[in-house]
T-cell receptor, first 114, second 116 residues
Framework: GQQLNQSPQSMFIQEGEDVSMNCTSS?????WLWYKQEPGEGPVLLIA?????ELTSNGRLTAQFGITRKDSFLNISASIPSDVGIYFC??????????????FGSGTQLTVLP | ETGVTQTPRHLVMGMTNKKSLKCEQH?????MYWYKQSAKKPLELMFV???????ENNSVPSRFSPECPNSSHLFLHLHTLQPEDSALYLC???????????????FGEGSWLTVV
């Protein structure tokens, strides 16, 4: 099946710094999703990307759908303590119409140091 | 608050016990899902229901038994589990089973299961 390589696995950054994480795949996806999961909670959708090359922002978060459709990145600007959590990417094959084709990365654990 | 509510939030059970996880969605969605989340592994899709009918079963052991009595409720019945089944079990829903443009998955907060 498809696999997503998400990197880095973990990050320790100072408050105020910018953060960048990415996901790559050997397969093409039609949709890229980015989720955040805080301790003890379920994943919450941050950004959805539907077209190759699309750049979308949600507050201090910006995500891009790679031109090759095999990768996506998420940037967080001016990090704050509440950005702590695990960030997951997910690739979706829309044409298949099946949740089976929603493939998740292993997550990036973000720690923001004061 | 995502509109998907799971109970209990935490469950400890012995290997011979029978217990159930419950999920309720208040979003008017037609599809509901069970995912398993283990440490440092990607989310694993277990079951999918669309309009109360099971449409996917991803080679999940029979000790996990789902039930969907209506489009708003989903259960996961647990019986003779193993310690390696300890994980966070996430319920999710989407407007429709076909994950098209603008139709994506919303997760509940999860049920932490520990099998002793």
């Amino acid at each position: 099946g498809q696999q997503l390589n998400q990197s880095p696995q973990s990050m320790f950054i100072q408050e105020g710094e910018d953060v960048s994480m990415n996901c790559t795949s050997s397969s093409i996806f039609n949709t890229w999703l980015w989720y955040k999961q805080e301790p003890g909670e379920g994943p919450v959708l941050l950004i959805a990307l539907y077209k190759a090359g699309e750049l979308t922002s949600n507050g201090r978060l910006t995500a891009q759908f790679g031109i090759t459709r095999k990768d996506s990145f998420l940037n967080i600007s001016a990090s704050i303590p509440s950005d702590v959590g695990i960030y997951f990417c997910a690739g979706q094959l829309r044409s298949s119409g099946s949740a089976r084709q929603l493939t998740f990365g292993s997550g990036t654990q973000l720690t923001v140091l004061p | 608050e995502t509109g998907v509510t799971q109970t209990p939030r935490h469950l400890v059970m012995g290997m011979t016990n029978k217990k159930s996880l419950k999920c309720e969605q208040h979003l008017g969605h037609n599809a509901m899902y069970w995912y398993k989340q283990s440490a440092k592994k990607p989310l694993e899709l277990m079951f999918v229901y669309s309009l109360e009918e099971r449409v996917e079963n991803n080679s999940v052991p029979s000790r996990f038994s789902p039930e969907c009595p209506n489009s708003s409720h989903l259960f996961l019945h647990l019986h003779t589990l193993q310690p390696e089944d300890s994980a966070l079990y996430l319920c999710a829903s989407s407007q429709d089973y076909s994950l098209d443009y603008g139709n994506t998955i919303y997760f509940g907060e999860g049920s932490w299961l520990t099998v002793v």
